[in-house]
Nanobody, 116 residues
Framework: QVQLVESGGGLVQAGGSLRLSCAAS????????MHWYRQAPGNSREWFAR???????AYADSVKGRFTISRDNAKNTVYLQMNSLKPEDTAIYRC??????????WGQGTQVTVSS
């Protein structure tokens, strides 16, 4: 079992920044990939960032240039630095861990609200 706990969400004005964290614990398999997803009310869940164990990253166009994903393997934690936030970034943000041959695990999520 792997547990993921997100933190760092909150209310911020448009143009502001937030930094989310996702801490993993339990039987963490390696190598793995950590992902960030978000879901706004009435919308489907959207993948927007991932990072592999060796630091390779990928982003959706919707966040490219504004969000940065990083990780600290020693702390089993992935971070999401979000800059230039927009009201349309308002959503519940969740992290997920995947690895070949292993089940995927999700965190419970953290709310990010961007006011205009």
């Amino acid at each position: 079992q792997v547990q993921l706990v997100e933190s760092g969400g909150g209310l911020v004005q448009a143009g502001g920044s937030l930094r989310l964290s996702c801490a993993a614990s339990g039987s963490i398999f390696s190598p793995n990939t950590m992902h960030w997803y978000r879901q706004a009310p009435g919308n489907s869940r959207e993948w927007f960032a991932r990072i592999t164990s060796d630091g390779l990253t990928a982003y959706a166009d919707s966040v490219k240039g504004r969000f940065t994903i990083s990780r600290d393997n020693a702390k089993n934690t992935v971070y999401l630095q979000m800059n230039s936030l927009k009201p349309e970034d308002t959503a519940i943000y969740r992290c997920k861990i995947t690895a070949p041959g292993w089940p995927e695990y999700w965190g419970q999520g953290t709310q990010v609200t961007v006011s205009s």
